[in-house]
């Protein structure tokens, strides 16, 4: 078990299941890669090990990303936001962040997209 700096644990804001989201992002091309859940314990995990590591709501247990797929992410920063209430976890992914075996896990379902200015 990893402890995270106080410091740190006094800045989060969490949801009422004590966690907070973790918005995934390729460093070097600021590609939006998926959506994780972190708390206090994976947080800690992430910093201690640089591998991103996160709660998993369904299964109600933590998980290093590609610990079974293989596909790795690297961390390379952690930023909160503004309101404190959302992580910015800038990665070098390794293969496909997505569970379906997308690049990202915003590849598949475009929902709306505006039409070309000018």
């Known amino acids: 078990m990893s402890e995270l700096d106080p410091a740190v644990a006094a800045r989060l804001k969490r949801t009422a299941e004590g966690l907070v989201p973790a918005v995934v992002q390729q460093f070097d091309t600021l590609e939006v890669l998926m ?47 503004c309101d404190k209430d959302t992580l910015l976890v800038k990665v070098d992914q390794e293969g496909a962040a997505c569970h379906t075996g997308d690049r990202t896990c915003f590849d598949a379902d475009l929902v709306w997209e505006a039409e070309p200015r000018g």
Do not use: F, N
């Not at 994976?42 to 109600?60: E, N």
């Open 35 to 81: 959506l994780g859940w972190m708390d206090e314990e994976s947080l800690a995990r992430t910093m201690a090990t640089g591998r991103a590591t996160y709660w998993s709501r369904s299964r109600r247990e933590y998980w290093v990303k590609g610990e079974t797929s293989g596909h790795r992410q690297w961390v390379r920063e952690i930023r909160l936001d």
